[in-house]
């Protein structure tokens, strides 16, 4: 979230991909850091998928990935 | 936030401390008053349970009462629509019978009169903290900064500061500032471009305590920003030209010592917090209030460091002649500030010269190369006659006109020589104008004359200017409203 | 520290700071993605750069040395000159 929020200042609109069990942990460091970077929550786990769950994954969550990049 | 008074039910409320034996002495009136239902609400400031009744309200906060700027108690409040209409201060039983319209306040053996005691929401002591507390009394936004924030980079973040470090604005600090002026902070002083936003005097005193000013020096800069954003001095043009131009400020009166300015050594340069911060505070308050910000509607080419604020003062008692203020009008105990849209400064050395007449014409010469050697009339300029170059002048009893108009003379120019192509250079006049001569200053007003600098250095400064006359800005001076 | 101020501006805008500029189409940009090289999250990626890539975006692939720390400031700074728009994956 930090490199999010560095590379907003620097003119390059960003987003991260977190899993779900970091939603709270990113509310609150974007509440302390003032500012909210565009966020993005997957299922979890993650690390014990297999590539062709986490391909799922992606496309599940790609147009909104898209969206966030987007005016 | 205007008013930020707690609405209140309709009806009668009273406000009482314990520690008060007026309030003590009524409390059967109160008791009678709330079983009749005449009142709504007792707010007590010390004791919760004082008096003990049911519509006895806790304000040992303070808060109802010093919004309501309850300065006695016993205190009643007529509330109608949740304001108050009417209040009656201290105890009286005729004129609570008619305040409250009845004619029975219950007991009847207890003293008819009595003047009440200071409510606590006035203490001296409490002053400072309810103020800071509940007081805002300002109009303004507050931005809280998050946790982690630095403060210092959050305004970075927010876009308000032109490159240097701003002084946090706090509600403490611009209060302060508002001090410094006797103006109201929700007057509108100007309409500020680009975006063409009203500008109140708060908001220029919180763009002044991020620029580093002091109190004393608002007016100035208040003064300043009306001049700006007139039609003449067209501060939009100046914000959108690709040239590197903005409104330089110099001040005449005795503000210029009272608030501590530099008229003498560097009296352009870094060093004095009020030549610093007074043309930084007017160039915030264009930028943060008005959206006037490079690389957006400020399209300048190269820009300056003088766009960051350019000010001074100048030296009227060291100067030989009457000041700029005084040569318009102006009395010596008049204080006035002179916008004018000007590039930053560039030094003319003259270490020869004895003869005024020889000064004239090689500070004339200097003159000539703003904006392009070439280009002539179009463009105004100030000099800065250093006190050495002023005391040649001086000795040979030149005035100030004279020199002005010398020096004018002296930048008369063949068109021949200024025509495009002339010299090998395509700048330059339309041939129409050749075979006569121009000077390079319009006559009658093209060059402004000051005085100042340090004591030493046979030097003198030149502040080239921005298009003159309608289609570009014309210089303006105004006299300060403290 | 301070944490309150009054706003020196029209008060337009959001108090807090505000996102960067988005993007208007993924034609033709450039799209940085951020590996914070925690396991699984280059699979991840790569489904992201192929669908990116679909629709007609340029793809440049990054990995920060560790995810415990920020990224360091040359990647930052060269993401930032080199991309449109940047997505950091996959934090877990």
Redesign the interface.
């Known amino acids: 979230m930090h490199d999010i929020s560095d590379l907003e200042?620097r003119g390059t609109p960003g987003v991260f991909v977190a899993s779900a069990p970091f939603i709270s942990a990113a509310e609150t460091?974007s509440?302390?850091?003032?500012?909210p970077p565009a966020g993005l929550f997957t299922e979890h786990p993650i690390q014990d998928r297999t590539d062709e769950e986490m391909k799922v994954l992606a496309e599940k969550i790609f147009d909104d990935l898209v969206k966030a990049l987007l005016a | 936030m205007g008013n930020n008074r707690p609405k209140l039910a309709n009806g009668f409320v009273a406000f009482v401390k314990k520690d008060c034996p007026t309030c003590e002495l009524i409390v059967p009136v109160l008791e009678h008053l709330t079983e009749s239902q005449v009142l709504r609400t007792i707010f007590t400031q010390d004791d919760p349970s004082f008096p003990n009744l049911p519509i006895t309200s806790d304000d040992t906060s303070l808060e109802v009462s010093f919004l309501h700027e309850i300065e006695t108690v016993p205190t009643l409040l007529k509330i109608q629509d949740g304001v108050e209409v009417d209040r009656t201060v201290g105890w009286s039983q005729e004129t609570w019978k008619a305040f409250l319209g009845i004619d029975n306040l219950g007991p009847g053996n207890i003293r008819p009169y009595s003047p009440g005691c200071g409510s606590l929401s006035v203490d001296p002591d409490l002053q400072g903290i309810l103020q800071k507390k509940y007081g805002s009394g300002?109009a303004?936004?507050?931005?809280?900064?998050?946790?982690?924030?630095d403060?210092f980079e959050?305004?970075y973040?927010?876009g308000?500061s032109d490159g240097l470090p701003l002084i946090?604005?706090?509600?403490e600090r611009?209060k302060a500032m508002l001090a410094g002026s006797e103006r109201r902070p929700d007057e509108v002083i100007a309409v500020v471009p680009p975006?063409l936003?009203d500008l109140t005097v708060?908001?220029v005193a919180?763009?002044a305590v991020?620029a580093g000013c002091k109190p004393e020096y608002l007016p100035v800069v208040i003064t300043a920003l009306e001049t700006a954003c007139t039609d003449q001095f067209n501060m939009h043009g100046l914000l959108a030209t690709t040239m590197p131009v903005g409104p330089v400020i110099f001040i005449n009166g005795p503000i210029r010592k009272s608030i501590g300015m530099n008229s003498g050594m560097n009296l352009l340069g870094q060093g004095n917090r009020a030549n610093s911060t007074i043309g930084r505070a007017v160039q915030?308050?264009i930028r943060?209030?008005?959206?006037g910000r490079p690389g957006e509607v400020d399209r300048a080419t190269h820009g300056s460091p003088a766009k960051y604020g350019l000010c001074f003062a100048e030296d009227e008692e060291g100067s030989p002649w009457p000041s700029y203020a005084q040569d318009l009008g102006f009395s010596a105990n008049q204080n006035t500030v002179t916008l004018f849209p000007g590039e930053g400064p560039r030094m003319i050395v003259d270490q020869l010269s004895r003869s005024p007449d020889e000064l004239a014409r090689s500070l004339a010469k200097g003159i000539i190369g703003n904006i392009h050697p070439k280009l002539v009339m179009g463009f105004d300029a100030i000099l800065i006659i250093g006190p050495e170059h002023a005391s040649r002048f001086a000795e040979a009893g030149w005035t100030k006109d004279q020199v002005n108009e010398e020096i004018i003379n002296h930048s008369i120019r063949e068109t021949d020589e200024l025509i495009r192509g002339a010299d090998g250079i395509s700048e330059g006049l339309p041939e129409v104008f050749a075979g006569s001569t121009l000077p390079k200053l319009r006559p009658g007003g093209g060059l402004i004359i000051l005085h100042g600098g340090g004591a030493a250095g046979l030097f003198s400064a030149t502040i080239g200017g921005w298009i003159t006359g309608d289609k570009g800005s014309i210089y303006q001076t105004r006299e300060i409203t403290l | 520290?301070?944490?309150?101020?009054?706003?020196?501006?029209?008060?337009q805008t959001p108090?807090?700071?505000e996102r960067a500029k988005r993007i208007s189409t993924l034609e033709g940009a450039t799209i940085g993605l951020l590996d914070i090289s925690k396991p699984r999250g280059d699979v991840f990626l790569d489904t992201v750069q192929s669908l990116l890539e679909q629709k007609g975006a340029t793809v440049v692939r990054y990995i920060k040395p560790t995810f415990t720390k920020p990224a360091p400031v040359d990647l930052r700074h060269e993401i930032s000159t080199t991309c449109d728009a940047v997505i950091e994956a996959l934090a877990d």
Do not use: C, Y
Request: no cysteine; proline share 5%.
């Open positions: 200042r460091q509440n302390a850091l003032g500012f | 300002v303004s936004r507050e931005v809280v900064f998050a946790s982690a924030e403060e959050a305004m973040d927010r308000w946090p604005p706090t509600i611009v975006n936003v708060e908001k919180i763009n991020m915030l308050t943060n209030v008005g959206g | 520290m301070t944490t309150s101020v009054l706003d020196p501006t029209d008060e108090e807090h700071r």
